[in-house]
């Protein structure tokens, strides 16, 4: 569903990616894992369209949805809790005021027989749109998220900008999950987040049917969430199946294997000396 292909970025004389190659398949959960500095976040704003690579091509679907929530910097304002969260369905809920707007209309004496009859199939086909995509329960969908992630039925009809920074992106991780988008990319989404929030969004990370990528310093959490682990790092990427537990184990196997390569090589290099 994503093709990262000779991807190249650099930051001045720092380079932090070389001709990268790596495919995101359909349902994966990828944690992205490497020191401070090397590019997670770099490559988490690469496939959501925010940072241009360098070099190569990220190829995606054209109909891909994509959700991006990054670390910080989000602020809502203007609208309730309710309100702001509930944009996640703005499609739906146009589509709901539409039907309102028709049932006024269909109420109306003065409507003429055919402009009866072209409302009440207008109303037919929104309200079987509606009822498909599950527009009945956008306010249970709203709610049981919104408590997920901490919050209280009364803070439902606050206003968003009473809300600390910490909450500003439970907010906006609130709407990203409502929104479902087909590729979900998360920078460090616990954060901000006590343990039972962190532990709902466990269970529903572990339920969400398309492709997540996130970056999170939390390895209990990415070993409860994620299919795959990907090292960002010596300007590629390197991916191991499975949790992250066992990436931590594959990768020390890995390194020792270097390391003996190396010590191989060494020890080669100095009997073709003695020789010479």
């Known amino acids: 569903m994503l093709q990262l292909s000779g991807l190249h970025k650099a930051f001045g004389d720092r380079i932090l990616f070389d001709r990268v190659n790596w495919h995101i398949q359909q349902g994966q959960r990828v944690g992205l894992c490497g020191p401070n500095g090397v590019g997670k976040t770099t490559l988490l704003k690469m496939m959501a369209g925010d940072v241009e690579p360098d070099a190569g091509e990220i190829g995606r679907p054209n109909n891909l949805t994509v959700g991006y929530l990054p670390q910080d910097g989000l602020i809502h304002s203007g609208k309730t809790l309710y309100d702001e969260t ?12 539409e039907m309102r707007t028709l049932e006024l209309q269909l109420g109306d004496t003065a409507l003429s ?7 009440l199939a207008r109303y037919s086909d929104a309200q079987e749109i509606f009822q498909h995509q599950d527009g009945y329960r956008i306010e249970a969908k709203v709610s049981a998220v919104l408590h997920g992630l901490g919050f209280s039925s009364g803070d439902f009809t606050r206003p968003t900008e009473h809300f600390s920074g910490g909450w500003q992106m439970r907010i906006a991780l609130a709407k990203l999950l409502l929104r479902r988008p087909e590729l979900l990319l998360l920078d460090e989404p616990t954060n901000h987040l006590d343990l039972d929030s962190r532990n709902w969004l466990e269970e529903f990370l ?3 049917p398309h492709a997540v990528i996130l970056v999170s310093h939390d390895r209990f959490f990415l070993d409860s969430v994620v299919t795959a682990i990907t090292e960002v790092g010596m300007r590629t990427l390197t991916t191991y199946p499975g949790t992250y537990s066992g990436y931590i184990v594959e990768r020390e196997e890995r ?4 390391r ?17």
């Open 260 to 276: 003996e390569a190396k010590k191989r090589q060494d020890d080669n290099i100095a009997r073709m000396r003695i020789f010479i």
């Open 86 to 97: 509930s944009e996640a369905f703005d499609v739906l809920l146009q589509l709901q005021e």
């Open 206 to 208: 572990v339920g969400y």
């Open 113 to 119: 027989p055919v402009e009866h009859d072209t409302a």
């Open 255 to 258: 390194v020792e294997r270097l």
